[in-house]
């Protein structure tokens, strides 16, 4: 991958429009006025930005956890874009989903640092251990599992992400306690 490249993947997740899983669950608005009015929110708020289409992709998913697609033709009329525009963009970036996440959300960074120090080995663990691989939730709406490009904690690669909390020089025995724990609590 491209430096470009890793630097967008890591510049879209760390969108400042972009808030905590947490947060996500707190406004878990699965009804469809509350999605209606996530979405509309969103683009009376952010469309007269320059570049506005990512940041309304940002604060939908922020609020529901899911871009959902009934709301690509509202987003898309606002923009004066075609709905195949925003479907590519949100195509386009791993990060945008269009189903609901699970109650958490892993993700495994796949740069070039953590590759280095065994992160693709870590990976087929975590995918093993949880029955699913990347995109995917659980069966039980627990876990969702999604690839990160650089959480910014090269130095402690391979790294992982929990929902919002970052963890470094994760071992296949590191991680088993910590999802452990996290099972554990549910
Ligand atoms: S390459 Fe994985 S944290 Fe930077």
Do not use: W
């Amino acid at each position: 991958m491209c430096f470009l490249h890793a630097y967008l993947k890591y510049a879209i997740l760390r969108h400042p429009y972009s808030e905590t899983k947490e947060q996500h669950s707190e406004t878990n608005m699965t009804d469809l006025n509350g999605r209606q009015e996530a979405v509309r929110n969103a683009i009376a708020s952010l469309k007269d930005k320059p570049g506005a289409l990512l940041p309304i992709l940002h604060s939908v998913q922020d609020t529901l956890g899911y871009i959902p697609a009934d709301s690509i033709p509202d987003i898309a009329r606002a923009l004066n874009l075609s709905r195949a525009e925003v479907h590519g963009v949100i195509s386009f970036y791993h990060y945008f989903r269009d189903t609901p996440p699970g109650k958490h959300t892993l993700h495994v960074c796949r740069a070039e640092s953590c590759q280095a120090m065994g992160s693709k080995q870590l990976e087929s663990h975590i995918k093993n251990r949880l029955g699913i691989d990347y995109h995917e939730t659980t069966a039980d709406g627990k876990f969702s599992l999604e690839p990160v490009y650089c959480l910014g904690l090269c130095a402690r690669s391979p790294s992982l992400q929990i929902d919002d909390t970052v963890y470094g020089r994760v071992t296949e025995e590191r991680f088993d306690a910590i999802f452990n724990e996290l099972e554990a609590s549910l």
